[in-house]
């Protein structure tokens, strides 16, 4: 049964840093990986897809890499913003679209 | 992108009743997903509904306790039948949609559930 992890659970950090969230998956045997945001009382916004033959996708500010044989997917966030403030999943994709979520990070970047 | 809507955004029931969350997408769409996402916690998949056929459910997930329509290829319900404390969750719906990078996932704002 995969199941994804995410590190850290929760993370503050003060604007203009860099930082980096991480996800771990159990099961190789992925189709793509996404990054989405989620806002208190929103749903999801999907950030960054990446292929399970890729290893990186870039949008904007943000980077995901995606290691598939060790199982492991990064999502770097560059001169981090207030806006940035939310929390963030990662999902593997099993087969037929279906998707298994991490336990996602809590955001809060400090003007 | 895709443009979703959930009715109703949110909702207090009394254990015991049924209440119909609506999805409904702005273009057309092969498979519509509902997951669900309980207090505190990460999402997890119900069912996938195509249409045209019955929806399929995920491991602890039972058609009677979530009965699905999907009567075409935009629109789709989820029914949280006889509900109890433990129903109390945020419900989303999602399509697929290609984009530059691959098929890309995209959610509904969500309908905030509680059951009293």
């Known amino acids: 049964k995969q199941e994804v992890t995410q590190i850290p659970a929760a993370l503050s950090v003060p604007e203009g840093e860099n930082l980096v969230l991480n996800c771990s998956f159990t099961d190789s045997a992925i189709y793509n990986l996404q990054w989405f945001r989620q806002d208190p009382g929103k749903g999801l916004t999907s950030l960054l897809l990446i292929q399970s033959s890729q290893r990186e996708q870039t949008s904007g500010r943000l980077n995901a890499s995606l290691d598939k044989s060790s199982g492991r997917s990064t999502l770097y966030i560059a001169a981090s913003q207030p806006g940035d403030s939310a929390t963030y999943l990662c999902a593997v994709n099993t087969g037929f679209q279906k998707l298994v979520f991490g336990t996602g990070t809590r955001l809060l970047v400090s003007p | 992108s895709a443009v979703i809507s959930q009715k109703p955004s949110r909702d207090i029931c009394q254990r015991g009743t049924s209440l119909t969350i609506q999805c409904q997408v702005d273009s057309q769409v092969t498979m519509m997903f509902w997951y669900r996402q309980q207090p505190g916690q990460s999402l997890t998949l119900i069912a996938t509904a195509n249409q045209g056929s019955e929806a399929t459910y995920e491991s602890g997930f039972v058609i009677d306790k979530f009965p699905i329509s999907r009567p075409n290829l935009t629109f789709s319900t989820l029914t949280v039948s006889n509900m109890s404390p433990e129903d109390s969750s945020i419900y989303l719906c999602?399509?697929?949609?290609?984009?530059?990078?691959?098929?890309?996932?995209?959610f509904g704002p969500g309908t905030r559930l509680l059951v009293l």
């Open positions: 999602s399509v697929v949609r290609p984009t530059r990078s691959g098929e890309t996932q995209y």
